[in-house]
């Protein structure tokens, strides 16, 4: 290189507006976090993950599938959209899968938007939102959570426009774990245009103890209304990458036409069709989280009053500008929490003796 080209400067590759734009955060590594403490391990609630291993017959499942792992997986993901129709009771040509629940988000933006459509979200809600958005070309609408920490369905009803094209209702919310009850829900679909597709993202239906809460699949008489799942969560495929939808026929062959071809592996098949089996394990370990979420809200709330109810499989402290010097304080005792800015900070439940951890670190931190 010239000493003239060394000093020119650099040429703009990607687009400037993604400079802008927040990287998503994962979990921290507890590896990572252990050995700077020096401690033997160091516990991670961060990623919302369930701590209870894969269920039972999964291991083998996916074992078994790696054999295969030099052919190409089934495209269409046939038989695990067939076990999720029967399951589920809805028809197999409504269902789409993908890489988890956010890269169907995803997909369905890019399917409904063009470049300047708007999409429209609670904020603060699921992180992914705002980049799936702009990574689509169209424009994020976000109306500020209600007081409770939850959707104000209200306001966000008042806040499409006929470039609204796409709307998503995180039910229960990630980070705040707040829920949406059947009556705003009904109400708020009723106020929305016909041609607006509402998306229910329900990655934490399973941990649902609210009687009140629909469940989204109930409403896919709408046309206008998609539903999200993921097989991350309740069902401990996390690591598999495995999530799917249901909506109109023609929304989820758009889907299927749009997504990332073979991105559901046979190893996450496998692994899918496996753990469908074991929905009564599946459940008895949803028991015993929300058991641990109720005691660990009860237990925080005396030091901070306005924890909200959690539906999801973790809990929301709402501490403004303490979020991110009470996540450093938790890490310096051993415990990974996860801390948004100037917001709150989200804690996975985890084991009794993980939960027991974070609560005397976040005892420390509040008194």
Same mark, same amino acid.
């Given at each position: 290189?010239?000493?003239?080209?060394?000093?020119?400067?650099?040429?703009?590759?990607?687009?400037?507006?993604?400079?802008? &734009? !927040?990287?998503?955060?994962?979990?921290?590594? !507890?590896?990572?976090?252990?050995?700077?403490?020096?401690?033997?391990?160091?516990?991670?609630?961060?990623?919302?993950?369930?701590?209870?291993?894969?269920?039972?017959?999964?291991?083998?499942?996916?074992?078994?599938?790696?054999?295969?792992?030099?052919?190409? !997986?089934?495209?269409?993901?046939?038989?695990?959209?067939?076990?999720?129709?029967?399951?589920?009771?809805?028809?197999?040509?409504?269902?789409?899968?993908?890489?988890?629940?956010?890269?169907?988000?995803?997909?369905?933006?890019?399917?409904?938007?063009?470049?300047?459509?708007?999409?429209?979200?609670?904020?603060?809600?699921?992180?992914?939102?705002?980049?799936?958005?702009?990574?689509?070309?169209?424009?994020?609408?976000?109306?500020?959570?209600? +007081?409770?920490?939850?959707?104000?369905?209200?306001?966000? +009803? +008042?806040? *499409?426009?006929?470039?609204?094209?796409?709307?998503?209702?995180?039910?229960?919310?990630?980070?705040?774990?707040?829920?949406?009850?059947?009556?705003? @829900?009904?109400?708020?679909?009723?106020?929305?245009?016909?041609?607006?597709?509402?998306?229910?993202?329900? +990655?934490?239906?399973?941990?649902?103890?609210?009687?009140?809460?629909?469940?989204? @699949?109930?409403?896919?008489?709408? !046309?206008?209304?998609?539903?999200?799942? #993921?097989?991350?969560?309740?069902?401990?495929?996390?690591?598999?990458?495995?999530?799917? &939808?249901?909506?109109?026929?023609? *929304?989820?062959?758009?889907?299927?036409?749009?997504?990332?071809?073979?991105?559901?592996?046979?190893?996450?098949?496998?692994?899918? &069709?496996?753990?469908?089996?074991?929905?009564?394990?599946?459940?008895?370990?949803?028991?015993?989280?929300?058991?641990?979420?109720?005691?660990?809200?009860?237990? &925080?709330?005396?030091?901070?009053?306005?924890?909200?109810?959690?539906?999801?499989?973790?809990?929301?402290?709402?501490?403004?500008?303490?979020? *991110?010097?009470?996540?450093?304080?938790?890490?310096?005792?051993?415990?990974?929490?996860?801390?948004?800015?100037?917001?709150?900070?989200?804690?996975?439940?985890?084991?009794?003796?993980?939960?027991?951890?974070?609560? #005397?670190?976040?005892?420390?931190?509040?008194?």
């Amino acid at each position: 290189m010239t000493d003239s080209g060394r000093h020119q400067p650099a040429l703009r590759l990607t687009r400037a507006d993604l400079d802008a &734009l !927040p990287n998503y955060v994962p979990g921290r590594s !507890p590896a990572d976090l252990a050995r700077e403490l020096g401690l033997p391990e160091a516990i991670k609630l961060a990623s919302n993950e369930v701590p209870y291993g894969p269920l039972p017959g999964v291991v083998e499942a996916v074992t078994e599938a790696v054999t295969t792992s030099h052919r190409y !997986p089934d495209m269409g993901v046939v038989a695990l959209r067939d076990a999720l129709a029967q399951r589920y009771g809805v028809d197999a040509d409504r269902i789409a899968t993908g890489c988890g629940s956010v890269a169907l988000a995803e997909h369905l933006v890019r399917a409904t938007c063009l470049p300047g459509d708007e999409v429209l979200y609670s904020w603060r809600s699921f992180e992914a939102y705002p980049i799936i958005a702009a990574t689509s070309g169209a424009t994020s609408v976000r109306v500020p959570n209600d +007081a409770g920490h939850g959707h104000d369905l209200a306001a966000m +009803a +008042a806040a *499409v426009t006929d470039r609204t094209r796409m709307i998503l209702v995180c039910n229960p919310n990630n980070p705040t774990g707040t829920a949406v009850r059947r009556v705003e @829900l009904d109400r708020f679909l009723d106020a929305v245009p016909d041609d607006v597709l509402v998306v229910i993202d329900e +990655a934490y239906r399973e941990f649902v103890t609210d009687a009140e809460v629909p469940d989204g @699949l109930d409403y896919l008489n709408r !046309p206008n209304v998609a539903v999200l799942r #993921t097989l991350s969560k309740a069902w401990g495929l996390a690591g598999l990458r495995i999530g799917w &939808l249901v909506a109109q026929p023609v *929304v989820a062959a758009a889907i299927r036409k749009v997504v990332t071809p073979f991105s559901t592996s046979t190893a996450a098949q496998a692994g899918a &069709l496996a753990a469908l089996t074991q929905a009564g394990e599946m459940e008895r370990r949803c028991a015993l989280v929300v058991a641990e979420r109720d005691r660990v809200t009860e237990a &925080l709330r005396k030091f901070v009053p306005d924890v909200p109810t959690s539906q999801a499989n973790f809990v929301w402290l709402p501490l403004g500008d303490r979020a *991110v010097a009470f996540g450093k304080a938790c890490e310096a005792r051993g415990v990974i929490v996860r801390p948004f800015a100037g917001d709150g900070v989200r804690v996975t439940i985890g084991t009794p003796t993980e939960n027991d951890a974070f609560l #005397t670190a976040a005892e420390a931190a509040l008194t």
